[in-house]
């Protein structure tokens, strides 16, 4: 039985977007190096390379003033263990000295939200 999420391109990579909201203009433009702090370290501990999973770091997308999305571009080749890397670093973003909210996921494959 094929994967319900995240739909696949024709190549077989996958787009996934994190959806955040925040108020704290301070945390947002520091999403992309938290996220790169958040990788490092977890490489460094012994965890496989993001890039075994994603064609390099996420981008960080403002949608509007209080809402952003960090963009991850998997590969067709990508082990089933890409969902760890997102869901840790949704966690990392939801600290609470960020003050940023996860909203959901958007497989931008389909353009459906995910829970």
């Known amino acids: ?13 996958f787009t996934i977007a994190a959806r955040f909201r925040s108020s704290n203009t301070h945390a947002r ?11 490092a370290r977890r490489e460094v501990g012994g965890a496989p390379a993001f ?6 770091p996420p981008s960080v997308e403002r ?8 963009v991850f571009h ?6 089933r263990t890409w ?7 949704v966690r990392e973003l ?5 003050g940023l909210r ?6 931008r494959v389909s353009g459906r939200r995910h829970p």
């Open 51 to 56: 890039t075994s999973h994603f064609h390099g």
């Open 29 to 39: 433009t520091h999403v992309a190096a938290i996220i790169a702090d958040a990788i």
């Open 83 to 89: 969902k760890d890397w997102l869901v840790m670093l």
């Open 74 to 79: 998997g590969s067709a080749e990508s082990p």
């Open 94 to 98: 939801e600290a609470p000295e960020y």
């Open 1 to 13: 039985m094929a994967a319900r999420f995240p739909t696949r391109d024709r190549d077989g990579s």
């Open 102 to 107: 996860f909203e959901s996921f958007i497989d």
């Open 63 to 70: 949608q509007d003033e209080e809402v952003f999305d960090v």
